[in-house]
């Protein structure tokens, strides 16, 4: 098919070729302007990003060395944990109390604090408790102390989950015999280190302790979902919390009055009454090492 349109000269179409190249150029020069833009904002809101992060990390690192509890010895938390796994009368600080017998969360009026940090898994701790344990409940029947009890997982075994799961269920639901079933799963922990047979560290052996000390089968049924979900870890670490942030070293570590307590002074089932009553002095700090199985417990 022919045209009327005259073929465009030599000088037309080396014109038409420089106009070309020229928009080409204006349109490379103008995304190149377009990308140095993009890239500075692209760093500028790095910067901030990176300063906000510096901000940050430097926000944790002072907060890492904030001190959230009180001093060991120094007055029970005032308020409760409040939170998601952790039994619901536990304190800010992990711990729970006894002023009026065994009756949990309570304080006897102007009695003095004895506070207790254990591990279940620490076989000094075992040992105090045994040693300890009908003493302690005359005092609190006598209303002499208000017993604070403060857990930690300080020996990183299995069996104090498995413990503090099992005994979270009891503090919730089966209050009364708290303190009984605290005592029970120290019993087993001993009987492992008498007789060197750690099969007896399960749920099974929880339960029936549990039996034993007067608590409903319908809580003691509870007991291994609670240990399988790991129901009451955020009381687990909350312990671990408290216990580090206060510089404490071992377990067990008792203070009464505020002072901590040399553990060679209370070697006798006497010797916490004798403590109470002013009978014997304070005698200075000094702490025991801790001591754990070779193996894990079975669930």
Known sequence: MSTNQPRPTKAQRREAARLKAKELREAEERRARRNTIAR?????????????????LGYLAVNRNRKEFPEAGKGLATKKANQGGVPKQVLADASWTYGDGATLDTVAASAPVLDIYFDYSCSHCAQFEGVHTQEINKLLSDKKITLALHPCKLLKQQWTSVVMNTMGVVLDEAPAQSLSFHGAAFEIFSQVLQTKDQSIMTVKSLVAAATKVGIPTKVSDKFQSAVDSNKYKKWVELG??????????????????GEQIDLGKLQSPTSLTELVTGSTPTAQPSQQSTQQPSQEPAK
Not at 244 to 257: C, E, I, N, S, Y
Request: hydrophobic share 40%; glycine share 22%; proline share 3%.
């Open 40 to 56: 500075r904002s692209f760093i500028g809101v790095g910067g901030v990003a990176l300063g906000g992060g510096l901000g940050y």
């Open 240 to 257: 671990d919390k408290a216990f580090a942030d206060r510089d404490l070293q071992g377990t067990p570590t008792v203070f009464f009055k």
